[in-house]
């Protein structure tokens, strides 16, 4: 069984730039979140996905996006990138049949915004 | 709106020393309470759900309980590779998942 795999893991980027973060989520897995974690700061929900539709977002501009293709891989789209961007983005995959907090994550793709 | 706080922020204790961390929450229509462990520079993994007050959950040294308006991770015995932020995090009637800003535990041998 293979685990939530998230990519890049680390990318550098200037402000006004776009950026594309992807993810695998777990095998069998059909719902997947995106989190934004700041240094020091707990994950901020951006917005979760089941069957290729948004289901649920959190307070996040509409410059963040994502996508959710039929083999359960997400992506997570960011435009105008603004300084405060730079995070930790975590995307986080479970089955629907547990609870929704009972989440695994990826490793993270770190941003940094210059 | 929903909220989490943890206390302490931060956490050191030697081994074998047992200790508690708090999560105090505020949130409509509870319907799950989450305790994770983050290692620096990896992602959340889950450790615990609880559902309702008076419930209770252990792995290992890890203990976490749960009244209407708090939960508490207990730690009995620790370990040096029990260090880690501790997160806790609730669901509710928005069922968006709202995290602490957690607790940094440092265990020293």
């Known amino acids: 069984e293979t685990g939530v795999t998230q990519s890049p893991t680390h990318l550098i980027k200037t402000r006004g730039q776009q950026v594309t973060l992807r993810c695998s989520s777990q095998?069998?897995?059909?719902?997947v979140s995106w989190y934004q974690q700041a240094l020091g700061q707990g994950p901020q929900f951006i917005f979760q996905y089941y069957r290729e539709e948004e289901n649920g977002r959190g307070n996040f501009p509409p410059r963040f996006s994502g996508l959710q293709f039929p083999n359960y891989s997400s992506e997570l789209n960011v435009n105008a990138l603004e300084l405060d961007d730079s995070a930790l983005y975590l995307c986080?995959?479970?089955?629907?049949?547990?609870?929704?907090?009972?989440?695994?994550f990826g490793e993270g793709s770190r941003l940094t915004v210059l | 709106e929903d909220q989490v706080t943890q206390s302490p922020e931060a956490l050191r204790l030697q081994e074998g020393e047992s200790s508690s961390l708090n999560c105090s929450y505020t949130v409509s229509g509870l319907r799950g309470l989450f305790w994770y462990r983050q290692d620096p520079g990896k992602g959340p993994e889950f450790l615990f759900t609880l559902y309702s007050a008076g419930e209770e959950k252990e792995k290992e040294r890890l203990k976490a309980t749960l009244t209407k308006k708090e939960s508490f991770l207990h730690i009995t015995a620790p370990k040096p590779e029990d260090s880690a932020t501790y997160l806790c995090?609730?669901?509710?009637?928005?069922?968006?998942?709202?995290f602490g800003t957690g607790t940094l535990l440092a265990v020293q041998p």
């Open positions: 995090a609730v669901s509710g009637a928005t069922n968006k998942l709202i």
């Open positions: 095998s069998g897995h059909n719902t």
């Open positions: 986080a995959s479970r089955d629907r049949t547990v609870g929704n907090g009972e989440l695994f």
